[in-house]
């Protein structure tokens, strides 16, 4: 393993001043274990310097990653190295294309997971946030590119993550839903990282807008643990009970149940879903009551023409082998 002692760290800070090599050069401190010859607060250090330079936290990412590989309490860190940790991932603009930036997603997960797992910082982790959600809204980078990294952000700071992505006023609508309804597919969504307390807990602060952000942008059912079956998520419930335009609710609870891509039967995966409309069939408003009993029936329906749909498929493809 190569060592770098202070006369080295010396020569890699002026060769930084200078321009001597290509910032790129300097992710070969990341490799070999090169980095852990340098003590927490110099690798500091030098980090920031690297974020100096255009593009430089493609560099300062991958030196971070390894760093934080398989030391993943934050307690075995130095705060500075922290806090540049956190400037690393506030740099990211994902600006020149998205040549490269599909790959950063592995990296940007594992530093967030140890830099922001610490109470506090809000300003560095809204920054964070902000600059990330301005880079998907712009095109510069997919979201669905960066799944672990966006999972990882909205499981660390749930609050600051739903501010950025659903509390921004100054977006429209349809950009903001279509961080989630086109860039992920449903079990993929960040949101399903945020409990439904605290979802029900930040929409409560101002159940006008917020309960139609979360309906437009929320995967609303999961899998039972105890009986397998498919439920209403909790916050569900809120929504029906809290929203300020029922209607709206119920037609994206409807919109939810279709997935927007599947492998093998869809009549089998749907006929999962009927028992979320048989959930509701008894609830209290009689106007879900109706709409869950229209769901029902219109989904068998939709079950059996999609059942022989897929059986005369089946059979075609069996006689074309003959």
């Known amino acids: 393993t190569s060592q770098i002692d202070q006369k080295a760290l010396k020569r890699l800070h002026d060769s930084l001043k200078r321009n001597k090599v290509d910032v790129g050069e300097y992710s070969h401190i990341a490799w070999g274990r090169v980095h ?37 309490d934050p307690s075995l860190h130095s705060s500075k190295l922290l806090s540049v940790a956190r400037a690393t991932l506030a740099a990211c603009d994902f600006s020149g294309g998205r040549r490269g930036h599909d790959l950063m997603d592995y990296d940007l997960g594992e530093i967030a997971t140890v830099c922001l797992s610490e109470k506090g910082h809000a300003k560095e982790v809204k920054e964070i946030c902000d600059n990330l959600y301005e880079a998907i809204v712009a095109n510069r980078v997919y979201g669905s590119s960066l799944k672990k990294y966006m999972a990882t952000l909205s ?23 279509r961080i989630f309804s086109s860039n992920f597919e449903r079990g993929e969504n960040p949101l399903n990282r945020i409990s439904d307390q605290t979802l029900i807990d930040w929409c409560d602060e101002d159940p006008e807008s917020r309960y139609p952000l979360i309906a437009d942008a929320l995967q ?87 059942r022989e749909w897929e059986d005369k498929r089946n059979r075609d493809i069996n006689e074309s082998f003959e």
């Not at 739903?162 to 950009?175: C, Q, Y």
């Open 36 to 72: 852990e010859s340098i003590e927490d607060d110099d690798l500091a250090g030098l980090l920031e310097e690297i974020l100096q330079k255009e593009n430089g936290y493609f560099q300062a990412a991958e030196i971070l990653k390894m760093r934080f590989h398989q030391k993943k």
């Open 155 to 177: 499981e660390k700071q749930p609050l600051i993550f739903l501010e950025s992505f659903l509390g921004n006023k100054e977006v429209s609508d349809f950009k903001r839903s």
């Open 220 to 306: 609303p059912f999961e899998k039972c643990s105890e009986t397998g079956n498919m439920v209403w998520r909790k916050v569900v419930y809120s929504l029906l009970e809290k929203a300020p335009d029922l209607k709206s609710i119920l037609d994206n609870l409807t919109g939810s149940i279709r997935p927007g891509g599947w492998s093998g039967s869809l009549a089998d995966i749907l006929q999962t879903r009927l028992t979320l409309f048989e959930e509701l069939k008894d609830h209290p408003n009689e106007e879900v009551r109706s709409w869950s009993k229209g769901q029902l029936s219109s989904l068998r329906r939709e079950i059996e023409d999609i």
